[in-house]
Protein backbone atom coordinates (compact mmCIF):
# COMPACT_ATOMS: atom_id res chain seq x y z
CA UNK A 1 0.00 0.00 0.00
CA UNK A 2 2.84 2.28 0.67
CA UNK A 3 3.69 1.75 -2.76
CA UNK A 4 0.03 2.91 -3.92
CA UNK A 5 0.59 6.25 -1.70
CA UNK A 6 3.73 7.21 -3.16
CA UNK A 7 2.23 6.86 -6.63
CA UNK A 8 -0.42 8.61 -5.78
CA UNK A 9 0.95 11.72 -4.05
CA UNK A 10 -0.88 13.91 -6.63
CA UNK A 11 -4.27 13.19 -6.67
CA UNK A 12 -4.68 15.91 -4.45
CA UNK A 13 -6.58 16.28 -0.54
CA UNK A 14 -5.64 13.31 1.62
CA UNK A 15 -8.72 11.90 2.28
CA UNK A 16 -8.89 11.76 -1.73
CA UNK A 17 -6.16 10.10 -1.91
CA UNK A 18 -6.24 7.46 1.27
CA UNK A 19 -9.76 6.88 -0.30
CA UNK A 20 -7.99 6.42 -3.82
CA UNK A 21 -5.09 3.68 -2.05
CA UNK A 22 -7.66 1.76 -0.16
CA UNK A 23 -9.80 1.24 -2.94
CA UNK A 24 -7.30 0.26 -5.05
CA UNK A 25 -5.82 -1.69 -2.51
CA UNK A 26 -9.12 -3.76 -2.53
CA UNK A 27 -9.22 -4.45 -5.68
CA UNK A 28 -5.66 -5.64 -6.41
CA UNK A 29 -6.40 -7.72 -3.84
CA UNK A 30 -3.19 -5.93 -1.34
CA UNK A 31 -6.15 -6.24 1.24
CA UNK A 32 -7.96 -9.51 0.65
CA UNK A 33 -11.63 -10.31 0.93
CA UNK A 34 -12.62 -10.33 4.56
CA UNK A 35 -10.03 -9.36 6.14
CA UNK A 36 -10.60 -6.87 8.78
CA UNK A 37 -9.09 -2.95 8.60
CA UNK A 38 -8.05 -1.21 11.46
CA UNK A 39 -8.68 2.65 11.78
CA UNK A 40 -5.74 3.44 14.59
CA UNK A 41 -3.25 0.88 12.07
CA UNK A 42 -4.11 2.89 8.22
CA UNK A 43 -3.79 6.09 10.43
CA UNK A 44 -0.29 5.10 11.41
CA UNK A 45 0.90 3.83 8.23
CA UNK A 46 -0.23 6.81 5.98
CA UNK A 47 1.17 9.60 8.67
CA UNK A 48 -2.38 10.63 8.62
CA UNK A 49 -5.25 11.10 11.57
CA UNK A 50 -8.25 9.03 11.99
CA UNK A 51 -10.77 11.38 10.69
CA UNK A 52 -9.62 10.83 6.72
CA UNK A 53 -9.48 7.11 7.11
CA UNK A 54 -13.08 7.09 8.89
CA UNK A 55 -14.38 8.84 6.02
CA UNK A 56 -12.88 6.89 3.53
CA UNK A 57 -14.11 3.54 5.30
CA UNK A 58 -17.73 5.60 4.78
CA UNK A 59 -17.07 5.89 0.98
CA UNK A 60 -15.59 2.42 0.60
CA UNK A 61 -18.88 1.35 2.27
CA UNK A 62 -21.10 2.80 -0.02
CA UNK A 63 -19.04 1.42 -2.94
CA UNK A 64 -20.09 -2.10 -1.48
CA UNK A 65 -16.41 -2.91 -0.54
CA UNK A 66 -16.56 -2.85 3.33
CA UNK A 67 -18.42 -3.71 5.84
CA UNK A 68 -18.83 -1.37 9.01
CA UNK A 69 -20.47 -3.95 11.78
CA UNK A 70 -20.74 -1.92 15.01
CA UNK A 71 -18.84 -3.63 17.95
CA UNK A 72 -17.12 -5.71 16.10
CA UNK A 73 -15.12 -3.50 13.14
CA UNK A 74 -14.84 -2.88 9.79
CA UNK A 75 -14.14 -5.91 7.14
CA UNK A 76 -13.36 -5.98 3.28
CA UNK A 77 -16.16 -7.58 1.92
CA UNK A 78 -16.23 -10.88 0.45
CA UNK A 79 -17.08 -10.86 -3.70
CA UNK A 80 -20.88 -11.04 -4.48
CA UNK A 81 -21.39 -12.70 -7.46
CA UNK A 82 -24.70 -11.00 -8.08
CA UNK A 83 -23.35 -7.82 -7.32
CA UNK A 84 -20.62 -9.00 -10.07
CA UNK A 85 -23.44 -9.98 -12.35
CA UNK A 86 -25.55 -6.24 -11.93
CA UNK A 87 -22.49 -4.39 -12.65
CA UNK A 88 -21.16 -6.33 -15.83
CA UNK A 89 -24.91 -5.75 -17.04
CA UNK A 90 -24.87 -2.37 -16.56
CA UNK A 91 -21.56 -1.51 -17.57
CA UNK A 92 -22.81 -3.94 -20.66
CA UNK A 93 -25.32 -1.88 -21.72
CA UNK A 94 -23.49 1.76 -21.04
CA UNK A 95 -20.13 0.87 -22.62
CA UNK A 96 -21.78 -1.15 -26.10
CA UNK A 97 -24.14 2.04 -26.43
CA UNK A 98 -20.62 4.42 -26.28
CA UNK A 99 -19.19 2.11 -28.64
CA UNK A 100 -21.92 2.70 -31.29
CA UNK A 101 -22.10 6.35 -30.64
CA UNK A 102 -18.40 6.45 -31.23
CA UNK A 103 -18.64 4.56 -34.62
CA UNK A 104 -22.05 6.54 -35.65
CA UNK A 105 -20.38 9.76 -35.35
CA UNK A 106 -16.61 9.03 -35.68
CA UNK A 107 -13.79 9.88 -33.41
CA UNK A 108 -11.32 12.50 -33.76
CA UNK A 109 -7.89 11.67 -35.42
CA UNK A 110 -6.19 12.36 -31.84
CA UNK A 111 -8.41 9.97 -29.80
CA UNK A 112 -8.19 7.43 -32.35
CA UNK A 113 -4.19 7.95 -32.00
CA UNK A 114 -4.84 7.55 -28.38
CA UNK A 115 -6.67 4.04 -28.54
CA UNK A 116 -4.16 2.66 -30.82
CA UNK A 117 -0.98 3.78 -28.59
CA UNK A 118 -2.82 2.42 -25.37
CA UNK A 119 -3.08 -0.93 -26.99
CA UNK A 120 0.20 -0.90 -28.26
CA UNK A 121 1.27 0.09 -24.81
CA UNK A 122 -1.19 -3.13 -23.35
CA UNK A 123 1.00 -5.95 -25.91
CA UNK A 124 4.41 -4.69 -24.40
CA UNK A 125 2.66 -5.69 -20.68
CA UNK A 126 2.37 -9.63 -22.27
CA UNK A 127 6.07 -10.93 -22.13
CA UNK A 128 7.10 -9.67 -18.69
CA UNK A 129 3.59 -10.85 -17.55
CA UNK A 130 3.01 -7.13 -16.05
CA UNK A 131 -0.13 -7.80 -15.12
CA UNK A 132 -0.72 -4.48 -12.90
CA UNK A 133 -0.13 -2.31 -15.27
CA UNK A 134 -2.21 -3.72 -18.38
CA UNK A 135 -4.73 -3.53 -15.75
CA UNK A 136 -4.56 0.02 -15.59
CA UNK A 137 -4.25 0.65 -19.37
CA UNK A 138 -7.55 -1.20 -19.48
CA UNK A 139 -9.11 0.98 -17.19
CA UNK A 140 -7.48 4.01 -19.22
CA UNK A 141 -8.41 2.44 -22.86
CA UNK A 142 -12.31 2.43 -21.51
CA UNK A 143 -11.98 6.04 -20.15
CA UNK A 144 -10.41 7.44 -23.49
CA UNK A 145 -12.90 5.61 -25.35
CA UNK A 146 -15.94 7.31 -23.74
CA UNK A 147 -13.85 10.60 -23.28
CA UNK A 148 -13.21 10.89 -26.96
CA UNK A 149 -17.25 10.13 -28.00
CA UNK A 150 -18.37 12.79 -25.69
CA UNK A 151 -20.03 10.36 -23.11
CA UNK A 152 -18.32 11.46 -19.72
CA UNK A 153 -21.46 11.23 -17.94
CA UNK A 154 -21.51 7.44 -19.15
CA UNK A 155 -18.06 6.63 -17.76
CA UNK A 156 -18.94 8.26 -14.72
CA UNK A 157 -21.82 5.75 -14.36
CA UNK A 158 -19.67 2.62 -15.76
CA UNK A 159 -17.38 3.76 -12.90
CA UNK A 160 -19.66 4.23 -9.76
CA UNK A 161 -21.17 0.52 -10.57
CA UNK A 162 -18.13 -1.71 -11.62
CA UNK A 163 -16.26 -1.70 -7.65
CA UNK A 164 -16.92 -5.32 -7.19
CA UNK A 165 -16.46 -6.30 -11.11
CA UNK A 166 -13.06 -4.84 -10.70
CA UNK A 167 -11.60 -6.96 -8.41
CA UNK A 168 -13.20 -10.17 -10.28
CA UNK A 169 -11.60 -8.36 -13.90
CA UNK A 170 -7.99 -7.80 -11.68
CA UNK A 171 -8.55 -11.69 -10.57
CA UNK A 172 -9.45 -12.80 -13.71
CA UNK A 173 -6.31 -11.82 -15.32
CA UNK A 174 -3.97 -13.84 -15.64
CA UNK A 175 -5.72 -16.43 -13.89
CA UNK A 176 -8.64 -17.13 -16.35
CA UNK A 177 -7.98 -14.48 -19.17
CA UNK A 178 -5.06 -13.84 -20.97
CA UNK A 179 -4.29 -10.81 -22.14
CA UNK A 180 -3.86 -10.97 -25.22
CA UNK A 181 -7.48 -12.18 -25.55
CA UNK A 182 -8.61 -8.95 -24.00
CA UNK A 183 -6.08 -7.07 -26.66
CA UNK A 184 -7.55 -8.49 -29.47
CA UNK A 185 -10.96 -7.60 -28.36
CA UNK A 186 -9.66 -4.24 -27.80
CA UNK A 187 -7.90 -3.60 -31.55
CA UNK A 188 -11.51 -5.17 -32.78
CA UNK A 189 -13.84 -2.38 -30.93
CA UNK A 190 -11.10 0.01 -32.57
CA UNK A 191 -10.77 -1.50 -35.64
CA UNK A 192 -15.08 -1.41 -36.05
CA UNK A 193 -15.20 2.40 -34.98
CA UNK A 194 -12.57 3.18 -37.91
CA UNK A 195 -14.25 1.91 -39.92
CA UNK A 196 -17.36 3.57 -38.68
CA UNK A 197 -19.42 -0.04 -38.33
CA UNK A 198 -21.87 0.82 -35.95
CA UNK A 199 -23.19 -2.79 -35.26
CA UNK A 200 -19.61 -4.24 -35.46
CA UNK A 201 -18.70 -2.09 -32.63
CA UNK A 202 -21.43 -2.56 -30.78
CA UNK A 203 -21.20 -6.42 -31.21
CA UNK A 204 -17.04 -6.25 -30.67
CA UNK A 205 -17.55 -4.55 -27.55
CA UNK A 206 -20.41 -6.79 -26.15
CA UNK A 207 -18.09 -9.40 -26.40
CA UNK A 208 -15.83 -8.05 -24.41
CA UNK A 209 -17.88 -6.84 -22.09
CA UNK A 210 -18.90 -10.70 -21.44
CA UNK A 211 -15.80 -11.98 -21.09
CA UNK A 212 -16.11 -12.26 -17.55
CA UNK A 213 -19.24 -14.32 -17.73
CA UNK A 214 -16.83 -16.87 -18.75
CA UNK A 215 -14.20 -16.43 -16.19
CA UNK A 216 -16.20 -15.96 -13.34
CA UNK A 217 -17.90 -19.38 -12.26
CA UNK A 218 -13.78 -20.76 -12.87
CA UNK A 219 -12.45 -18.27 -10.25
CA UNK A 220 -15.32 -19.34 -7.78
CA UNK A 221 -14.21 -22.69 -8.06
CA UNK A 222 -10.93 -21.78 -7.67
CA UNK A 223 -10.76 -19.05 -4.87
CA UNK A 224 -14.08 -19.95 -3.00
CA UNK A 225 -12.65 -17.88 -0.05
CA UNK A 226 -12.90 -14.84 -1.67
CA UNK A 227 -16.43 -15.26 -2.65
CA UNK A 228 -19.88 -14.96 -0.44
CA UNK A 229 -21.54 -18.02 -0.55
CA UNK A 230 -24.44 -18.16 -2.49
CA UNK A 231 -27.44 -18.15 -0.81
CA UNK A 232 -30.26 -21.07 -0.95
CA UNK A 233 -33.85 -19.66 -1.24
CA UNK A 234 -35.71 -20.95 1.81
CA UNK A 235 -38.23 -24.26 0.90
CA UNK A 236 -41.77 -23.24 0.68
CA UNK A 237 -43.96 -25.57 1.97
CA UNK A 238 -47.03 -26.95 0.25
CA UNK A 239 -49.92 -25.62 1.51
CA UNK A 240 -52.24 -28.09 3.25
CA UNK A 241 -55.37 -29.17 1.61
Known amino acids: MQALWQEMRDEGAVRQ ?5 LRQSIIRMVLAPGQALSEKELAETFSVSRQPVREAFIRLSEAGLVEVRPQRG ?3 VKISQQAVL ?4 VREAVEVA ?3 EAASKG ?3 RTLAELHELIARQRRCIEPADHDRFFLLDEEFHRTLSLGAGQQTAWKVA ?11 YLSVPESTPLDKLIAQ ?9 RRDADAAAEAMRVHQCEILQSLPDLVSRFPEMFQSALIPPLVEESQA
Not at 17 to 21: D, Q
Not at 160 to 168: F, G, N, S, W
Not at 186 to 194: N, S, T
Request: no cysteine; charged share 35%; proline share 0%.
Open 186 to 194: HQAIVDAIE
Open 159 to 169: EEVKAQLDRVR
Open 17 to 21: RLYTV
Open 74 to 76: TFV
Open 98 to 100: VAR
Open 86 to 89: EARF
Open 107 to 109: LSD
